[in-house]
């Protein structure tokens, strides 16, 4: 296969001549379903809801950024091959737009955000009218998420459906103990100093559901450069404030969020790096943060130890 060969022209070459039946069409019971997700979080939650009875591959690991990933010609073939593609929507996969729609053709997709209603989701300004797709931060909002997948694979597999059922039903209730641990622990930030900053704006929804004032540099997604008036404009905010401490993130360069704390050390107040928060995806595998429930509460723990100073 020639490099030379876009993306299109690949899922075409793949394709053959004529269009393939879609496996997903035909009944896959007793089959494992081959899952191909694109973030972390996502692969986690197929996992937990698909249990033995998927197989799932996840593109992004540690690290990667899904604002800007493109599909590499590998992936193009894990998704050719797969019954189902499960994915955030709401243009967090915004290189790949091309690629879900086309494999959307001949293979069952899902934006595991459809099933959460649109009143429900931010519509913050500085996106230009599009929803804010980093909902996995407010738990709650994240299990319509989980139940989404479950619905999504009973369907396509119903004779498996109680399987998923009982599945998603115990990671549910995982997900409900991890939205209190959340909601408790904030209580140990004295309310004055419940302001999250970071590189961009991923911690919308964590706001809102746990009672934090939320800034990012970059927006909603990391494609905007923050400007040189952006950095000083909350190097003000957090010396006139007296905030004690701001994240950087896994998934982004920690360059912008270094130039804002020259920026407020030149204003004479010193702010504390207060550690790396998982964004827009979850720490290696093996280790805590490498699942969902680990990096939501790493965040929240490196989040109350920073601001309580
Ligand atoms: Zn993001």
């Known amino acids: 296969m020639t490099k030379f060969l876009g993306a299109a022209a690949l899922l075409f070459a793949l394709a053959g001549c004529g269009p393939i039946e879609p ?18 979080m996502i692969t986690d939650a197929v996992e937990h809801v698909g249990g033995e009875r998927v197989r799932v591959e996840g593109l992004m690991g540690p690290g990667i950024d899904p604002h800007l990933y493109k599909a590499s010609e590998g992936d193009l073939r894990r998704l050719e091959r797969s019954d189902v593609v499960f994915y955030g929507g709401l243009h967090l996969e915004a290189k790949m737009a091309d690629v879900l729609e086309r494999i959307g053709e001949r293979r069952a997709t899902q934006a595991v955000t459809d099933a959460i209603p649109r009143g429900a989701l931010l519509r913050p300004a500085q996106f230009k009218g599009q929803h804010d797709p980093h909902v996995w931060f407010d738990v709650t909002l994240w299990k319509k998420a989980v139940e989404q997948v479950r619905d999504r694979l ?3 597999d119903p004779t498996s459906a109680e399987v998923y059922r009982a599945n998603a039903a115990a990671y549910l209730s995982e997900l409900q103990a991890l939205d209190a641990y ?10 004055g100093r419940r302001v999250i900053i970071t590189a961009h ?10 009672g934090f004032e939320v800034r990012g540099l970059q927006g909603i997604s990391t494609a905007a450069e923050a400007g040189a008036g952006d950095v000083q404009s909350l190097a003000r905010f957090i ?18 969020i270094e130039a804002v704390r020259e920026a407020v050390r030149a204003r004479g107040f010193d702010v504390e790096i207060g ?3 998982f964004s827009d995806a979850m720490g290696n595998p093996g280790t805590p943060e490498g699942s969902y429930v680990g990096m939501v509460r790493h ?11």
Request: charged share 20%; glycine share 8%.
């Open 23 to 40: 496996r997903a069409t035909r009944a896959l019971e007793g089959e494992v379903i081959d899952v191909v997700a694109t973030i972390g």
């Open 154 to 156: 009973a369907e396509l």
């Open 182 to 191: 959340v909601h408790e622990q904030v209580l140990r930030v004295p309310e």
């Open 201 to 210: 704006d991923a911690f919308n929804y964590f706001g809102v559901a746990y």
């Open 239 to 256: 010396a006139r404030n007296q905030i004690p401490a701001i994240f950087v993130e896994s998934s982004v360069s920690s360059r912008t």
């Open 275 to 277: 550690g790396s928060l």
């Open 299 to 309: 965040n929240v723990d490196t989040i109350v130890a920073g601001l309580r100073g």
